[in-house]
């Protein structure tokens, strides 16, 4: 079966600065998609970035960027110029194929506080 | 463009009763996902649906059903509701479901928060 694994329940990070949230994952699949999401207070998953298993370059999105390690089966966020508006929970998830369809396995996520 | 919209926000119910929870998709997606979140947890894949067929159930009792309309909306029900029922509701919406292969991308909306008394 495919796991997700956040070890950090909680980060903090000064503001302007970057931080590394980490998700490390779990599968026999040759083909998998990660994906990570912000879940502010108001409880919406927010999609931030996603990563393909056969991309060949790392993933980046504006101030986000994944640390994509394929044989260390690891997936890490990078925030850069941190901003309180970050502050908020960060779920890594992975796609997992069902027959015939497929879900996203989430990790228990990353509490991220930005401090001024 | 709207977004997921998901009806009501907050719902609070007494043990034994039913709920509907309902959801309308991004314009265009045709796949809709439905997902439990306990507090403290991630979420848990509960349902997906596509082209208004069930195409996968997560490990949830029968209790739990969905079901999505020709216009692509979709409702969650809850039968017989249990104190463990509580929790933050999400659908989710995608534009192909598994036919949009590995980069098919699930938007969420704001969830409905369900309290069971």
């Known amino acids: 079966a495919q796991k997700i694994t956040q070890t950090q329940p909680g980060m903090f990070v000064q503001e302007k600065e970057a931080v590394t949230l980490d998700c490390t994952y779990d599968?026999?699949?040759?083909?998998?998609?990660l994906f990570w999401y912000k879940q502010p207070s108001s409880g919406e998953m927010i999609f931030l970035i996603y990563?393909?298993?056969?991309?060949?370059q790392n993933a980046t999105e504006g101030r986000y960027s994944l640390n994509f390690q394929k044989a260390r089966k690891s997936a890490n966020l990078v925030i850069s110029a941190s901003q309180l508006g970050d502050s908020a929970m960060y779920f890594c998830?992975?796609?997992?194929?069902?027959?015939?369809?497929?879900?996203?396995?989430f990790g228990t996520g990353t509490r991220l506080k930005v401090l001024a | 463009d709207a977004g997921v919209t998901q009806s009501p926000t907050h719902l609070i119910k007494t043990r034994g009763q039913h709920v509907t929870l309902r959801c309308s998709p991004i314009?265009?997606?045709?796949?809709v996902s439905w997902y439990q979140q306990v507090l403290g947890q991630g979420p848990q894949f509960i349902f997906q649906?596509?082209?208004?067929?069930?195409?996968g159930r997560g490990n949830f009792p029968d209790r739990f059903s969905a079901r999505q309309f020709p216009n692509y909306s979709s409702e969650l029900n809850v039968n017989a509701l249990l104190l463990g029922d509580s929790a933050l509701y999400l659908c989710?919406?995608?534009?192909?479901?598994?036919?949009?292969?590995?980069?098919?991308?699930?938007?969420f909306g704001p969830g409905t928060r369900l309290t069971v008394l």
């Open positions: 989710a919406s995608s534009l192909a479901g598994l036919a949009g292969g590995y980069t098919d991308t699930q938007y």
């Open positions: 998830a992975m796609r997992e194929d069902l027959s015939g369809t497929y879900k996203y396995i």
């Open positions: 314009s265009g997606h045709k796949s």
């Open positions: 649906y596509y082209e208004k067929e069930e195409r």
């Open positions: 599968t026999s699949d040759p083909s998998y998609g």
């Open positions: 990563q393909g298993s056969y991309d060949q």
